[in-house]
């Protein structure tokens, strides 16, 4: 089952913030997040790991509750160049599930000068 | 320049012409991936490779086949296209199955009439 992503869109001015979550029913191991301009590829933004280690983008945080099973992205000062789809992917806990990944259905970013 | 190659990037074809999408990555990445997009469901991932002759399902793998005989080839194949598999497909590759960052190639969009 895919993780749920909320909101689905969010339009901002430029310098405001913005927070995107992603909720999975499963316990997960990772967290990835990906962004994706029109008739471009997802770009990487950010991994969080159980355990508490992340990877990613210098102007951009995240959070991981491993409890809940739910990521949240921080959009902070937010720049035109911030505007895309922003997708969470999420990999489970499980050895069976070591490589699959599941996508959100994404949330559509605008910001606007 | 490190880099994952998709061909073709568009192609139009006939219900059951079998046909067969390439995907090389030139960064010695042991996983490789494939996904499909489609408006309003995000990626869905169709097949992952963890390394050569290793290939698993992903959650909708129908009516496709993969192989990796080769570190660096990952290919897609339709053998019989169907219009239900018109879509955006997204190869992507990573150092290992988690905790790295997916670097996806530019995609390659299928319309099967």
């Known amino acids: 089952q895919q993780p749920v992503q909320s909101p689905q869109a969010v339009i901002l001015r430029e310098g405001e913030d913005a927070v995107i979550n992603c909720s999975s029913s499963k316990a997960l191991y990772s967290v990835h997040w990906y962004r994706q301009k029109h008739g471009e590829a997802p770009v990487f933004l950010m991994i969080l790991l159980k355990g508490g280690e992340q990877k990613g983008h210098e102007k951009i945080s995240a959070s991981f509750n491993e409890k809940k099973q739910q990521s949240s992205l921080y959009l902070t000062a937010s720049q035109l160049s911030y505007s895309g789809t922003y997708f969470c992917g999420t990999e489970k806990g499980t050895t069976d599930s070591w490589g699959k990944f599941q996508f959100g259905a994404g949330t559509q970013v605008v910001v606007t000068p | 320049e490190a880099q994952v190659t998709q ?27 494939w996904y499909r997009q489609d408006p309003g469901l995000g990626l869905r991932q169709i097949y992952y490779s963890m390394n050569v002759e290793v290939t698993d399902k992903g959650d909708v793998p129908e009516g496709y086949k993969v192989s990796r005989k080769e570190k660096r080839n990952f290919p897609l194949i ?6 239900n598999q018109t879509s955006l497909y997204f190869c992507a590759s990573s150092l290992s199955r988690t905790g790295n960052e997916q670097y996806f190639g530019p995609g390659t969009r299928l319309t099967v009439t």
Not at chain 2, 7 to 13: K, Q, S
Not at chain 2, 14 to 21: E, Y
Not at chain 2, 78 to 83: A, F
């Open chain 2, 78 to 83: 339709l053998e019989s296209p169907s219009p």
């Open chain 2, 7 to 33: 061909n073709p990037r568009y192609l139009i074809t006939v219900t059951g012409k079998k046909l067969t999408v390439t995907c090389s990555q030139n960064m010695n990445h042991e996983y490789m991936s």
